[in-house]
């Protein structure tokens, strides 16, 4: 295996694997301050339990995603150090905003899941919303940085060079808007479905459980507004790669032949060599009416690309239709879900819907790391997008096959330990219910 | 006004020194865990996870804060490290890794099992060689061992970390850690005076240590790294600072051994800043020494003014944060200097802090 190779596996699988954690951390603490709220409101200590028993899985996946959040950080340095010692004063400033961001992340955090003893009620609250606050801005911070490598902005090229640079503008690229929104977006919906389609599980376990029902109640409201919302940011940032990385575009369609009024493909499997999709199933005209909202406009396919600057067209076309057929699947379900509700007024348990929603459980997150293979697998051959190539970011550090198989042994084997300790955890009903929660408060009590 | 980068290299110390000082502790408490012995070993242990529960997440930034001001503020030096000093980087973050999930894992499963016990043996182990690496890192870029071309690196992946300084160097950080952890834990243990005996002949001991350790750095570094030896002792501003920290270190140990534990606690830390503000004023002008200058190496100055805005701007948020976090959770005696009778009833969760729910 080349290095090259070696050092893109090991950032794709710690990215793959962080965003998992990074996105529960941004989604997790609006449910529980939903549910505290909840409590504080209406006096109901169901909603207490619940936000307490989402506190603790909240707390084993933050920390598994603050730990490889840090190894993210390195790694850039690590592996494409060309690219850090270019871009770092440019891309910069996003990082440190998030460097704070993170800070009363991890702050409030500790207080929120540590001090339910120790401060006053709306203090806790407060310090809730805090987190989920933070948590997301500073996802919203990364995510800016991630935009400029698509679209870079801020500083002029002299011989190679940046020069009269300007890290507001790299930082408000235009990518920046589509992207963030449709990432945090994302985070909330996988995290709510994911969550919904557990207690569902619980709920068929244990029929007639308040907790549960109010569990599914608070995240399927999460996951139903944002599934229908997904699709309209899809379409602002599909628009955008459009006009702005058409090589992207292209092959995230898999669109070969620039063509006025252009057919979508759906589904099938790419062939670079040949430029043919085999199985896709066309429909006339639609991919112009997508791209550009107009069904006679030209859509440049990627014969106007020279081919060395092609993506792997393949894959980005491949993990595009997951993510956009789990879109519309996730917004098909939380449509469901909301009329049933609207018919009954409940939390709807049907069973067809119960199994519907357990089985669209994993696939939010299945949906979410589909959009990265998009994102960063289309932009390729480019680290920055038409202005450094991923080979000239490459560390010259050799053997980069050893830290790509540590840190996949590491992670494989921390996902197994989190799954099972989750399952535990949270799904098996805590022995001791909820009276003290965490540890902490114990010890004082015994001794003071 | 001083000027934008030595500014920017100052900003990147200090967040060092908060790391040292906090997250050490952290690291330092996770060496005292691999070493709980006799009666009162699960306590020992007990107190450790409590004591770090709640805040390490928190401490742990200050780390994620150093890395990101030095690949904005000084990109080349930052590929120019991540490069020459990849392995033990690499080792360092496998160390942070399953530290940070060993140390939830163990805290959320239940209480008995071998399971849990196996976690803990992870989190000590990962909390002891996570220190000495990022000794080696920092003895790396001291000693002029690494070599650079045109940002590339010439001197091999091992020889600036591997040898007998480097290691040298990390275990003076792992001990340095272990010393402050062993002091803070005398403060968190006020209301049990056995285990806070267990942690004071810890302190002392580790306090023997570190002058141990001091002094073997201090003769390797006449060979090994001679730009901080040199600056170290030649400088104006070197004897001052000597003076303080040996006032300091001297001060910490009384401290401990006559039972005056914040007081001591106030000197540890005020040693640690010390020493790293002492190391890191030997290293001027170099972030690694011989090779990258940090006026050199600065990003432009509006890239530094921003970034220095914008960490003015967020201190505003983080220190007042901060205040509240510890207040909360290791009470007042948080923020206290030196004994005073009394404190010993302010503590977490003590008299003054009545549950505010049932």
Same mark, same amino acid.
């Given at each position: ?71 993210? *950080?390195?790694?850039?340095?690590? $592996?494409?150090? @060309? ?17 704070? +961001? ?89 995290? *709510?479905? +994911? ?9 068929? @376990? ?6 549960? @029902? ?26 955008? =790669? ?32 040949? @430029? ?36 792997? =067209? ?42 519907? $929603? ?47 198989? *540590? ?42 | ?9 100052? &900003? ?18 996770? &060496? ?61 973050? &496998? ?97 049990? %005076? ?90 001027? %002008? ?61 503590? %977490? ?10």
């Amino acid at each position: 295996m080349s290095d090259l190779l070696a050092a893109r596996l090991q950032m794709a699988m710690s990215l793959g694997f962080h965003i998992i954690f990074a996105s529960v951390g941004i989604a997790m603490p609006l449910l529980m301050v939903i549910s505290e709220g909840l409590w504080l409101r209406t006096g109901d200590e169901t909603y207490l339990k619940l936000a307490r028993r989402w506190a603790k899985g909240t707390a084993i996946l933050f920390a598994v995603g603050a730990v490889s959040g840090t190894v993210l *950080s390195f790694e850039l340095g690590l $592996l494409w150090p @060309r690219f850090m010692g270019w871009a770092g004063g440019l891309i910069g400033m996003p990082f440190s905003l998030e460097g704070f +961001a993170f800070f009363t992340e991890a702050i409030f955090l500790g207080v929120y899941l540590y001090g339910w003893d120790r401060v006053g009620r709306i203090a806790h609250w407060v310090a809730g919303w805090l987190v989920a606050i933070s948590g997301t801005l500073s996802g919203i911070f990364v995510v800016m940085a991630n935009a400029w490598m698509n679209q870079p902005a801020g500083f002029d090229l002299v011989d190679g060079q940046p020069e009269n640079i300007d890290p507001m503008a790299a930082m408000f690229n235009d990518a920046a808007f589509h992207q963030t929104l449709h990432m945090t977006i994302a985070a909330f919906l996988a995290t *709510s479905f +994911a969550v919904a389609a557990i207690h569902t599980a619980l709920l068929r @376990r244990h029929p007639g459980s308040a907790f549960h @029902r109010k569990a599914i109640g608070i995240a399927l409201t999460v996951g139903v507004i944002t599934a229908v919302i997904q699709p309209i940011s899809g379409d602002i940032s599909a628009r955008f =790669v459009a006009e702005n990385q058409p090589a992207k575009l292209a092959a995230l369609e898999a669109h070969w032949e620039t063509a006025e009024g252009a057919a979508l493909t759906i589904g099938g499997i790419p062939d670079a060599d040949s @430029r043919t999709t085999r199985f896709g199933i066309q429909i006339p005209r639609a991919l112009s009416l997508l791209a550009h909202h107009d069904p006679n406009a030209e859509v440049t396919g990627l014969d106007q690309i020279p081919e060395g600057e092609w993506p792997p =067209v393949a894959i980005v076309h491949i993990a595009f239709q997951i993510m956009v057929g789990i879109g519309f699947l996730l917004m098909g379900v939380g449509i469901w879900g909301a009329l049933l509700y609207w018919r009954r007024r409940a939390v709807p348990e049907h069973p067809w819907f119960q199994w519907a $929603l357990m089985l669209c459980g994993p696939l939010g997150f299945v949906a979410v790391e589909a959009g990265w293979t998009v994102t960063e697998v289309g932009r390729q051959p480019w680290i920055i997008f038409q202005v450094m190539r991923t080979e000239e970011a490459l560390t010259q550090v050799p053997n980069l096959i050893v830290p790509l198989i *540590s840190f996949t042994v590491l992670y494989i084997l921390l996902s197994i330990a989190t799954a099972w300790l989750l399952y535990r955890q949270v799904v098996i009903e805590p022995r001791e219910e909820e009276t003290g929660g965490e540890f902490l408060p114990r010890r004082r009590h015994a001794t003071a | 006004m001083p000027p934008l980068d030595l500014t920017a290299a100052a &900003v990147m110390l200090a967040a060092l020194v908060g790391y040292a000082v906090l997250g050490g502790a952290d690291f330092g408490a996770g &060496v005292w865990d691999l070493l709980a012995r006799g009666p009162r070993a699960a306590r020992q242990r007990e107190v450790i996870e409590q004591a770090i529960a709640p805040i390490w997440e928190a401490n742990h930034v200050w780390l994620i804060l150093v890395v990101v001001v030095l690949f904005t503020a000084f990109p080349p030096a930052f590929g120019a490290i991540m490069t020459a000093l990849h392995i033990p980087v690499t080792i360092m973050l &496998v160390g942070i890794v399953l530290r940070g999930a060993s140390f939830v894992f163990r805290a959320y499963d239940s209480r008995e099992d071998h399971v849990q016990q196996r976690w803990g043996r992870v989190f000590a182990i990962s909390s002891t060689i996570t220190p000495i690496m990022l000794g080696t890192i920092i003895a790396g870029i001291s000693s002029g061992d690494i070599e650079l071309e045109d940002g590339y690196v010439m001197s091999g992946w091992f020889n600036s970390w591997l040898g007998v300084f480097p290691l040298a160097v990390g275990g003076f950080t792992l001990v340095l850690f272990a010393y402050v952890a062993a002091i803070f834990l005398t403060v968190e243990t006020f209301d049990e %005076p056995d285990l806070q005996e267990d942690f004071r002949r810890r302190g002392l001991l580790a306090a023997i240590a570190l002058g141990a350790f001091a002094l073997l750095v201090a003769l390797l570094a006449g060979d090994h790294a001679p730009q901080i030896r040199e600056e170290l002792f030649r400088s104006w501003w070197s004897w001052p600072l000597q003076i303080a920290t040996g006032v300091a270190a001297i001060g910490a140990l009384a401290g401990l051994y006559l039972r005056h534990f914040f007081l001591a606690r106030t000197l540890a830390v005020a040693q640690v800043a010390l020493i790293l503000v002492g190391w890191g004023a030997s290293m001027s %002008p170099y972030l690694v020494v011989d090779d990258v200058r940090y006026d050199d190496a600065a990003a432009p100055d509006i890239t530094l003014k921003l970034m220095l805005g914008a960490l003015a701007v967020g201190s505003l948020i983080l220190f007042p944060s901060l205040y509240y976090l510890y207040r909360i959770f290791k009470g007042r005696q948080a923020f206290a200097l030196i004994d005073l009778p009394g404190i010993d009833d302010a503590g %977490p969760g003590g008299a003054d802090e009545p549950p505010t729910r049932t």
